[in-house]
């Protein structure tokens, strides 16, 4: 069970998310989801970067230091595209399309995070 908090602007963002930390699991990750509701969410760890291939719906891409800040955002990152490179990351989280926008999630924010 995966919980996400962003403690800078007081929202929650993921509410019951799985978290991906094996072999198989960061391999699969969302592919052949077809829809995320408000409050999934997946954690990749550890992950420092994403694609969209063989996915068939956008997504909302949170790059997080091992600090659980924000280090990089992708959102609505669409299918069969790549993510984008930051520095420091040491997980990210998958989110449904607009939730950034939603939450006003921004870089640098913190982040409680709960396994």
């Known amino acids: 069970m995966l919980r996400v908090i962003n403690l800078t602007r007081n929202a929650v963002l993921v509410e019951n998310g799985r978290v991906a930390n094996n072999a ?3 391999l699969r990750g969302l592919i052949g989801v077809r829809h995320l509701a408000p ?3 997946l954690a990749i760890i550890p992950c420092r ?3 969209c291939m063989f996915m ?3 997504i909302d891409v949170l790059y997080v ?3 659980d800040r ?3 955002m992708d959102p609505e990152l669409k299918p069969w595209r790549f ?3 930051y520095k420091g990351v040491h997980y990210v989280i998958e989110l449904p399309a607009g ?3 939603r939450t006003a999630t921004a870089m640098g924010d913190q982040l409680q995070v709960t396994f």
């Open 24 to 26: 198989w699991t960061r």
């Open 39 to 41: 409050g999934d969410g």
């Open 49 to 51: 970067g994403v694609h």
């Open 56 to 58: 068939s719906i956008p």
């Open 65 to 67: 230091d091992k600090y």
């Open 70 to 72: 924000v280090v990089g």
């Open 83 to 85: 993510g984008s490179f």
């Open 99 to 101: 939730t950034i926008a």
